[in-house]
């Protein structure tokens, strides 16, 4: 081998090993980049959950999944019957409702108790200030205008209807069934349970983690974490809680997008169940089935 040849072999040596070294440079600052703490978020948090050890706070909200297998089939299987459906008395015996009145007291229960303070009609007002009504009666042509009356309420039932934004001219029951029939196929499709007072908060709230404590399970109002130049004004609240205890088992699985998104499947002790979708990189996720390691259940291989 000349030594022109050498030359050019030491040259090329040279610019692979250098192509390797940035490559290996930028994967470690990526790899930096996407390493996360919720310190930040446990930091706002805690304040709120005195007593508790607040354990993890999710980074990115939690969604039900608008598709699922059991959903498409039940569409699939349920399309041509019920094709003129909304029709409350249609949804309310699909879902076994027998007498709507008492049914809509049953899902105000386990609200009420995983709320608490957040029913208070003047702290529910508050919540729907400044919001405009999701169903008010839509203007038309002067001849064609219908006054329409509210419908009387209890001030919890207000409160209630005020919190969700339900529409003050239609019955609550027929506006929880209707929630219950569109959403059935990723909670147990009960709404007066555990799993379906989440729901109603899932469906209300965007921007909701969870956080996880050494005793109960929350589901919080909170939005993103800000740009590191600016400054945090967030100021977080409990949606909705739950005792660690009444919770059977948590069976979670990575989807197709493996790496940014984690499914869970969460059982309660009254039988009802709700499958959620978390976005998040693999520290978020791995931080959460950490927390959740004691509850029974499937969890996704390393």
């Known amino acids: 081998m000349t030594a022109g040849e050498r030359g050019r072999l030491g040259r090329f040596t ?13 994967a470690r600052d990526l790899r930096d980049e996407f390493r996360t703490s919720d310190e930040p978020e446990r930091a706002l948090v805690a304040p709120l959950l005195p007593g508790q050890e607040l354990r993890y706070v999710g980074l990115a909200p939690v969604r039900v999944p608008a598709t699922h297998k059991a959903g498409r089939q039940l569409a699939t299987v349920m399309a041509d019957e019920f094709v003129d ?23 105000l229960t386990p609200v009420r108790l995983a709320a608490g303070a957040l029913l208070l009609p003047g702290k529910a007002g508050v919540l729907a200030a ?3 009504e999701a169903a008010e009666p839509e203007p038309g042509p002067p001849h064609q205008q219908v006054q329409r009356e509210p419908i009387p309420l209890t001030e919890e039932q207000e409160a209630f209807r005020a919190l969700f934004r339900l529409s003050l001219y239609r019955p609550l029951a027929d506006q929880l069934a209707e929630i219950a029939y569109r959403r059935r196929y990723v909670f147990s499709g009960d709404l007066a349970t555990l799993a379906g007072s989440l729901l109603l908060f899932l469906e209300r709230y965007n921007g909701t983690p969870l956080a996880v404590t050494d005793t109960h399970l929350h589901l919080l109002r909170m939005g993103p974490r800000p740009d590191a130049d600016r400054p945090d004004r967030r100021q977080p609240r409990v949606l909705w809680s739950v005792r660690r205890d009444r919770v059977a088992r948590v ?18 002790d009254d039988g009802s169940w709700i499958r959620l979708t978390q976005p998040g990189l693999p520290d978020d996720q791995s931080r959460f089935l950490t927390v959740i390691h004691d509850l029974p259940g499937r969890r996704p291989k390393p």
């Not at 040279?14 to 930028?26: I, S, T, W």
């Not at 459906?85 to 899902?107: E, Q, R, T, Y």
Request: charged content about 20%; cysteine-free; proline content about 5%.
């Open 85 to 107: 459906s909304l029709d409350p008395k249609v949804l309310f015996g699909l879902l076994n409702i027998v007498n709507p009145v008492v049914w809509v007291d049953a899902v």
């Open 130 to 132: 400044g919001v405009p």
């Open 14 to 26: 040279d610019a692979v090993l250098g192509g390797a070294r940035a490559a290996r440079d930028k």
């Open 251 to 268: 069976d979670s699985e990575r989807g197709a997008t493996g790496l940014v998104q984690l499914t869970s499947t969460v059982v309660f």
